[in-house]
């Protein structure tokens, strides 16, 4: 992987403030490099260029990270107490594998009913060395859980992903969907067991788009 990449993904951690230290920046570079490799062989992406996969990919996924960081200080757990976490329909990794790297107290379950891509991210977390994540596959519908919180990027709308994984959610629990442009119909289209408390507008380094995180939790 170029220099020009690495330095982009530093300066990139450095305006979300992320207090990445070097161990964890190889790692998403490894990552990058896994990923570019098995997605010639088993298309884990559309996306097919290192560069576009740094801005759309990793850096996309890191802008949701210092949230994610805050909500798990939130949960006020004691020191070695876990924080478990799905990702679901992961694909190639994103954004449960950066969520890994970036937050080492999480458990960071990524499912996808795709075995190649399940089986990518079991690779991914031995190559990588990063015991807190796992691959599953399975569909998320199967899943049980109990998951603190439970993470999507570009999977369906927000009334299939609260449905379809409502078994695995945690009474407690809360959903956090990664978006572009504020989803006003998927919020309207949402039933009274589901709120919306907060929609998070973020700003992805190098990326001129709109994203935000929607924050529902479980009603009833
Ligand atoms: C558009 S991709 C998004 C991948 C990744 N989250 C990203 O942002 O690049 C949606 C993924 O959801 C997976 N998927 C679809 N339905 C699913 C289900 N019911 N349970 C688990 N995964 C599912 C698909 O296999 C696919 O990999």
């Not at 004691?78 to 994103?94: I, K, T």
């Not at 890994?100 to 089986?119: F, N």
Request: charged share 20%.
């Amino acid at each position: 992987m170029s220099a020009a990449l690495r330095s982009q993904l530093e300066q990139g951690a450095q305006q979300l403030n992320l207090g990445l230290g070097v161990a964890q920046i190889d790692t998403l570079m490894a990552f990058l490099d896994l990923l570019q490799k098995w997605n010639k062989v088993y298309n884990l992406t559309a996306v097919r260029d290192p560069q576009e996969m740094m801005t759309h990919h990793l850096l996309d996924s890191l802008a949701a990270v210092p949230a994610l960081r805050r909500h798990v200080a939130s949960l006020g757990r004691q020191p070695g107490e876990r924080v478990a976490q799905l990702d679901v329909g992961s694909g190639g990794g994103l954004p449960g594998v950066v969520f890994a790297v970036c937050c080492p107290e999480v458990d960071v379950h990524c499912v996808d009913t795709v075995a190649k891509k399940a089986a990518f991210l079991q690779q991914a977390a031995v190559s990588l060395k990063l015991p807190n994540l796992k691959g599953i596959h399975a569909r998320v519908e199967s899943l049980k859980g109990p998951y603190d919180i439970v993470s999507c990027r570009a999977f369906a709308s927000l009334i299939d992903f609260t449905t379809w994984s409502r078994g695995a959610i945690a009474p407690q629990g809360i959903w956090f969907a990664m978006k572009g442009k504020k989803p006003d119909d998927e919020m309207a289209a949402l039933g009274a067991d589901v709120q919306v408390f907060h929609v998070e507008h973020l700003q992805v380094p190098g990326l001129d788009a709109e994203r935000c995180i929607v924050w529902l939790r479980p009603i009833g």
